[in-house]
């Protein structure tokens, strides 16, 4: 579970754990431990806290979500395929009032048609997509922007 108060959420969908080894022609061979190591580190040099999570489960990131009201300040998420389907996902974002970034490690946009639509886009303030591994630093980068022009 994450620490109390920690500024930034970083929400992992399903799959993701997988990275490194997982279609690397699409997602590249940085590996999910890698990725979460870089996030922490650009959380640091830019002075905020980092909480970090990965779920296969739809349930338990709604569950991960409803707790971030009272436990973070801004959620930068890569729902995964999740992106895609999920109105649960969608309507826990509503609960939560603070900046919200949207991130993807490929550009989903120049994938299969079923990619192009995200049910969280209008529940974000922005999106990062087609970055590769540094789409999660980008994401933090604009929720911290955000939490310090709030
Ligand atoms: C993804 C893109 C999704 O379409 C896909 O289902 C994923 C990863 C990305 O980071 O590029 O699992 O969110």
């Given at each position: ?49 980092l909480?970090w ?29 999740y ?68």
């Amino acid at each position: 579970m994450s620490s109390p108060l920690a500024d930034i959420l970083v929400i992992n969908g399903p799959n993701l754990n997988m990275i490194g080894t997982r279609e690397p022609e699409i997602y590249g061979h940085t590996t999910f431990a890698d990725i979460e190591k870089a996030s922490r580190e650009e959380a640091a040099s830019l002075g905020v806290s980092l909480d970090w999570m990965q779920s296969n489960h739809e349930g338990e990131i709604v569950t991960r979500i409803q707790s971030a009201v009272t436990h973070n300040r801004a959620l930068v998420i890569n729902a995964a395929a999740y992106t895609h389907t999920s109105i649960a996902l969608r309507d826990a974002l509503g609960l939560f009032s603070g900046p919200k970034i949207e991130i993807h490690i490929s550009n989903i946009h120049r994938r299969e048609t079923f990619r192009h639509r995200s049910m969280i886009i209008d529940m974000c303030d922005g999106t990062v997509a087609g970055f590769g591994a540094m789409s999660y630093q980008l994401g933090i980068r604009a929720a911290a922007h955000l939490l310090s022009s709030q």
